[in-house]
């Protein structure tokens, strides 16, 4: 789940609270997600998300900043650039040579960032 541009998963979640997607409910600070890392195009930043966990139905989500995709190790400016080089037909090295990512991956190549693992 993502949070607004600009907040603090730990000021929302202690603050106002935060609405469970599923049922609603307010979700209350449950740990962090794991440790992943987040390419942009001021290079790679390691990420460590905030975890909240229902009150009611005791789902937990993990709460992503408003600048990074959900399951891409892209951030949301270059996601959406590879996807702009994508449907303007540029191939996926020309994609990857121009963006700066791995040609070798299928960052540049499927038309979406590649994805992160789950968690
Ligand atoms: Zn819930």
Redesign the pocket.
Known sequence: MMLRHGSDADQVLSGAGLA?P????LLAPWGYARRRSVRGHDGTTQLRPRRGR?R??R?THVLLPASCLPRRAVTVQVGGEVLLAKVSGASHRRIAADLGLPADTSAAGSGAPRPTRRG
């Open positions: 469970c599923s049922c609603g409910d229902c009611g139905c789902t």
